[in-house]
């Protein structure tokens, strides 16, 4: 079976702020980047070895807009309890505290937090099942 790589991207109104949200917060390493690429700075942040990347970009001269719902997900499956709660503490001591998820099936056995776009990201505390 082909294991495929995927890279979700999207721009932000704030690099700086949403880097902040998913390294100190949840933990994801920096992984690359670029500046004045036509016009673009941009981030890469990942798990080194995993089959997935984000990328955050900014285009200068334009401000992206914010999230159009609070159902925007990225939703990562920790089936470990104790690593669940790890990464959860992480987001709360650094300054990013869980919201109620819009959909609630998420907070029956996750935790929702939303970045600095209104993106929102899950853990959630079970494995994937699919």
Do not use: C, I
Request: hydrophobic fraction near 30%.
């Amino acid at each position: 079976m082909n294991v495929y790589k995927m890279r979700v991207a999207r721009p932000t109104r704030n690099l700086e702020q949403v880097v902040r949200f998913y390294r100190e917060g949840l933990g994801l390493e920096h992984l690359g980047g670029f500046e004045d690429h036509e016009g673009f700075d941009g981030v890469m942040l990942g798990e080194k070895g995993a089959p997935y990347h984000l990328e955050f970009t900014v285009e200068r001269g334009h401000e992206a807009p914010r999230s159009p719902s609070e159902d925007n997900l990225l939703v990562f499956y920790l089936p470990e309890r104790a690593e669940w709660e790890q990464r959860v503490r992480r987001m709360e001591q650094s300054g990013f505290p869980p919201v109620r998820s819009r959909n609630p099936y998420w907070d029956a056995k996750g935790k929702t937090f939303e970045d600095p776009d209104g993106y929102r990201v899950v853990l959630y505390q079970g494995e994937w099942t699919r």
